[in-house]
């Protein structure tokens, strides 16, 4: 390990890219951001439908829930807040007043296929806005869309944010994926 460069990228068991040991504020930062991607990506891998849906404890939480309410925090915060685009389907149609949690509860009639494409997608198109914002003006770059409050955010406290999002449902996720099939790890 000492002969390895510090760019390289090192990959873990479970095919998570290590976040960087010493890289500057936005590759660390991505870095993180990343593993707690893959992280989400591990415990919902080769599950099916029953998978997806399956509950633990007192909590209605499940991996498939999951997975689409993560595409639309990636989709809400790189897409609407960054870019300040408007919100694209499936999320544009979506009575939010009538069901707040509907990113949650509608996942049980999605097929798992979907699921896992609509987080991908996002999560490409959060990989795009990021890159563009950095090539434009870095962390300090300010989002063009604003909390619900009227506050400005920052890339790097988007980044930030993601971070903790992700980091809080992956615990959620170990949880869900030892009570379907024994699974356990991190």
């Not at 399956?54 to 807040?81: C, N």
């Not at 903790?164 to 615990?171: C, F, V």
Request: aromatic fraction near 6%; hydrophobic fraction near 40%; include cysteine.
């Amino acid at each position: 390990m000492g002969d390895q460069p510090q760019d390289s990228v090192v990959v873990d068991p479970q095919g998570r890219p290590e976040p960087p040991l010493a890289a500057d504020e936005a590759g660390t930062l991505l870095g993180f951001l990343e593993f707690q991607r893959a992280t989400l990506a591990w415990k919902v891998d080769g599950l099916d439908a029953a998978g997806l849906a399956a509950t633990t404890a007192a909590s209605t939480m499940t991996l498939g829930g999951m997975l689409k309410h993560l595409a639309y925090v990636e989709d809400h915060w790189f897409v609407r807040r960054l870019r300040g685009a408007p919100s694209a389907p499936p999320w544009d149609t979506v009575d939010w007043a009538a069901d707040e949690d509907w990113d949650w509860h509608s996942a049980a009639q999605d097929p798992p296929v979907e699921l896992h494409r609509l987080w991908r997608d996002a999560v490409e198109r959060s990989r795009t806005a990021t890159a563009e914002a950095l090539a434009g003006g870095g962390l300090d770059q300010p989002a063009r869309g604003t909390t619900s409050d009227g506050r400005v955010p920052s890339l790097r406290w988007i980044l930030c944010h993601m971070v903790e999002e992700y980091a809080r449902h992956n615990g959620h996720a170990d949880l869900l994926r030892e009570a379907v099939d024994g699974q356990t790890g991190e």
